[in-house]
């Protein structure tokens, strides 16, 4: 009898040993699974970012002469209020000339947008200009003027620039040696030079 109990003692052990490293392997194997799926998963959750569109140039207008009822200032604001740039000389980007009050004096602008074909805003127009900033588009089907080379005192385009420099700086204003007179100069010299052909009229009737 006591050697049969020492036999079975034996296997028991041995039994208990075999069943131990299956329990302990399981978990193993199922932890490792639950691991590559996380992964699967968020690479497949993940999406490129998208690229914001470049935003387009900005449409820009070129204004010539005075716009009757509106400042020199004032006009060139209402433009830019709008979402155009107001440029001196036409480029890719423009897309209309408006033509206020002595913009035949403007021959380089005239030429400008004749060369690229731009549509014309005839500003001299009762109520066109503003009809235009209150619709909040500016758009022109209007014939664009010719040119003059003379102005009506018999000058050329650079003899009354110089004319106008001239007296401006004679009347305390600031005025460059190149390049754009300032509207409110010019209409300053064109006041001037009214007066005195009145005053002449004047004196000649008298006389």
């Given at each position: 009898?006591?050697?049969?109990?020492?036999?079975?003692?034996?296997?028991?052990?041995?039994?208990?040993?075999?069943?131990?490293?299956?329990?302990?392997?399981?978990?193993?194997?199922?932890?490792?699974?639950?691991?590559?799926?996380?992964?699967?998963?968020?690479?497949?959750?993940?999406?490129?970012?998208?690229?914001?569109?470049?935003?387009?140039?900005?449409?820009?207008?070129?204004?010539?002469?005075?716009?009757?009822?509106?400042?020199?200032?004032?006009?060139?604001?209402?433009?830019?209020?709008?979402?155009?740039?107001?440029?001196?000389?036409?480029?890719?980007?423009?897309?209309?000339?408006?033509?206020?009050?002595?913009?035949?004096?403007?021959?380089?602008k005239l030429r400008d947008a004749r060369e690229r074909n731009l549509p014309c805003l005839d500003a001299?127009?009762?109520?066109?200009?503003?009809?235009?900033?209150?619709?909040?588009?500016?758009?022109?089907?209007?014939?664009?003027?010719?040119?003059?080379?003379?102005?009506?005192?018999?000058?050329?385009?650079?003899?009354?620039?110089?004319?106008?420099?001239?007296?401006?700086?004679?009347?305390?204003?600031?005025?460059?040696?190149?390049?754009?007179?300032?509207?409110?100069?010019?209409?300053?010299?064109?006041?001037?030079?009214?007066?005195?052909?009145?005053?002449?009229?004047?004196?000649?009737?008298?006389?």
């Amino acid at each position: 009898m006591p050697e049969e109990a020492a036999t079975a003692a034996p296997t028991a052990v041995a039994g208990d040993a075999e069943k131990q490293p299956e329990e302990a392997a399981e978990p193993a194997h199922t932890d490792t699974e639950d691991d590559t799926d996380d992964t699967d998963d968020t690479a497949e959750e993940t999406a490129p970012e998208e690229t914001p569109a470049a935003p387009g140039p900005v449409e820009s207008v070129m204004v010539c002469g005075e716009v009757p009822g509106y400042s020199w200032q004032d006009a060139r604001d209402a433009v830019r209020n709008l979402g155009y740039e107001v440029v001196g000389r036409a480029d890719d980007s423009t897309v209309l000339i408006i033509c206020g009050t002595g913009a035949e004096r403007n021959a380089t602008k005239l030429r400008d947008a004749r060369e690229r074909n731009l549509p014309c805003l005839d500003a001299t127009r009762p109520g066109a200009f503003a009809d235009a900033v209150c619709a909040g588009k500016l758009t022109g089907s209007d014939p664009l003027p010719e040119p003059v080379k003379h102005d009506r005192e018999g000058m050329s385009e650079r003899e009354r620039n110089r004319a106008v420099r001239r007296l401006a700086r004679a009347h305390g204003f600031t005025v460059p040696d190149r390049g754009r007179i300032p509207m409110n100069v010019r209409h300053a010299y064109d006041l001037s030079q009214r007066a005195g052909a009145e005053g002449t009229e004047g004196k000649a009737q008298a006389a």
